[in-house]
Each structure stands twice: as structure tokens, then as C-alpha cells.
């Protein structure tokens, strides 16, 4: 059964070809019970069938991260922008307003800091009654194939994926990169099939060539993260290719916070993802904000 070149040779993925859906938005999602469409779609709007999360729970791995020293200064005036905020509980109940009417990814994996040197041995960091109790409209748990500790992290995902469908919250698989994992194709096609298959409602990856081979082969919605802070041009550009290559939304962190304006930044990620603006037209939009006064 094992064979390490299947998705080397594959080559049918119906690319261009639209899945079909029988009456819900969001992809794969069409057998899921009444609670979970309900929370899909308070993440994924049902008019675009896209969503824009804003991703801070940098800190669960990587301290007081730049650009978020003060959550309470830096998350609140991007909020009506995003869809999703992606935080964890702590910064969640410390700093966010619960009147706030926005869905939330809830980072449940932790276990590990950027201080170690195999960061892959996470374990599940909230239970589902605190998910519950925090409202959740997803589940986010970090996933490392191919590092030491896959099994550990899938058997996270697994678990997570169990309970999130007694209680109608859907999980969110976040294929981890690190030291022993590649940024390949390959490597994404692999991380994120995987996790579909073992019942992942979401997936948030990476942006990578041939990114449609990656939309195509996975069932269920992809969203992309940023990763390390690029020029705006060069982010706005990203989000705009991985829409057009099939992912459902963007999960941007850094490429947000960290921009010279990060208020303009999210309303111009916004305009590629639900407006259907290109990168000249959002980068012009990211500019015009900046020099308001
Ligand atoms: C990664 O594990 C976290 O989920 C981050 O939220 C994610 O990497 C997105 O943030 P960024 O766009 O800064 O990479």
C-alpha cells in the first residue's frame, strides 16, 4: 500500500473543473448537520463563499511577536474588517471585546516554542468545553507530517475532529512547516490530503506553484497563511494568485500587522477576497488609505 510517488505521478486533478455542491457554499460541506453549515457559513460568507481571517495566535509559539506587544491596541481596529479573528483563548478573553460579531478560529494545539528545536510534539491545548464555551466557529490544530511528531499532532487533529463533530464545530488542519518539513508542492499536496481525509472541515496552508494541483486534490476549503513579512505589493499579489488558484480565503498574520498600515492592509486584502480587485487595484486601494490624513 505505501507508495511515496503516488502524488508524483498523479496528474488528473480536474483542474477548472468546479465541484459540485448541492445546496450549501462552502466545498465539501454538503452532508455536515444544521449547527456546523451554521458556523461554516459565519466564516466563509455565504454571498462570495470566501472568507478573510486575520491570524494572531503567533504568541502560543512565539512570545510577544512584533506588531502584537499590545493585542489591545493592535487587534481591535482591525476587527471590522476581517471575518475571522484567529487567536487563542488567552488573548481572545484578555483583549477582544465579546461583543464583537465576528466568528473565531480558536488555536486548540500547543506544547511547543520557538525555542525548541523539534517543535512537532504538540498536544490539544483547550478541550471542547472550553471551545464551547468560548463560542468557537472552528477548531484550529497544527499538524506535522513527516516530523517526529506526525502521529502525535494527527492523532490532535483526529481527537479534535471527534469532538468538533459531537458539537457541530468544524476544525480547522493547519499543515505546520519547519525545519524537517519541505515547502514543496509535493509536500503540501501530502500535508493537506491527508488532513482532509482524516475529517478536517478546513485547511490552511501555504501558497506554492502549481497551488491549483493543491485546491483541486482537497475536498474541503483551503485558506492560505502569510508567513514572513514581504513587501505589501509582493503579499497583496499572493492573496490574489492563491483566490484565483481556488483557496477559499486567506489567513494572513504578519503580512497584516506587521505592514506599515495595517488597517489599509486588511481593507485591501478584503478587496481581493470578496471584491474581486487585482493587485494593482488593491495595492492602489493599501495606498490611498495610508495617505489618508
Ligand atoms: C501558524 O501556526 C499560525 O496559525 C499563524 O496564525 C499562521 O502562520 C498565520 O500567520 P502568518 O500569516 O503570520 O504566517
Request: net charge neutral; charged share 25%.
Amino acid at each position: 500500500m505505501a507508495d511515496r510517488d503516488g502524488n508524483i505521478i498523479a496528474k488528473n486533478y480536474g483542474i477548472g473543473i468546479p465541484v459540485e455542491k448541492e445546496n450549501f457554499h462552502v466545498k465539501g460541506m454538503d452532508h455536515v448537520d444544521w449547527g456546523m453549515k451554521n458556523r461554516l457559513s459565519k466564516i466563509f460568507n455565504p454571498n462570495t463563499g470566501r472568507t478573510l481571517m486575520l491570524a494572531f495566535d503567533h504568541g502560543y509559539i512565539m512570545g510577544s511577536t512584533a506588531g502584537l506587544e499590545r493585542l489591545d491596541l493592535s487587534i481591535p481596529p482591525l476587527i471590522e474588517d476581517a471575518d475571522v479573528l484567529m487567536g487563542t483563548r488567552g488573548a481572545l478573553r484578555s483583549t477582544i471585546m465579546p461583543k464583537m460579531n465576528k466568528a473565531i478560529a480558536l488555536r486548540c494545539s500547543a506544547g511547543s516554542s520557538v525555542l525548541k528545536e523539534d517543535m512537532s510534539h504538540e498536544i490539544i491545548g483547550v478541550n471542547i468545553e472550553d471551545a464551547i464555551r468560548m463560542n468557537a466557529s472552528c477548531m484550529a490544530i497544527q499538524v506535522f507530517v513527516g516530523a517526529s511528531g506526525e502521529c502525535q499532532t494527527l492523532n490532535n487533529l483526529t481527537k479534535t475532529i471527534d469532538e468538533g463533530n459531537r458539537y457541530g464545530i468544524p476544525v480547522l488542519g493547519v499543515t505546520a512547516v519547519g525545519k524537517e518539513m519541505e515547502r514543496t508542492t509535493r509536500y503540501f499536496l501530502l500535508a493537506t490530503r491527508i488532513i482532509a481525509e482524516l475529517g478536517a472541515h478546513i485547511i490552511k496552508t501555504y501558497y506554492c506553484e502549481d497551488f491549483e494541483k493543491i485546491t483541486s486534490a482537497c475536498p474541503v476549503p483551503i485558506v492560505i497563511a502569510g508567513g514572513k513579512k514581504v513587501v505589501e505589493a509582493k503579499a497583496l499579489e499572493i492573496a490574489y494568485r492563491a483566490i484565483q488558484e481556488g483557496a477559499a480565503g486567506v489567513d494572513m498574520g504578519r503580512n497584516v500587522f506587521q505592514a506599515e498600515n495595517p488597517k489599509a492592509m486588511i481593507k485591501a486584502l478584503r478587496s481581493i477576497v470578496h471584491n474581486g480587485f487585482n493587485p494593482k487595484e488593491a495595492l492602489e486601494l493599501y495606498h490611498s488609505i495610508k495617505n489618508e490624513k
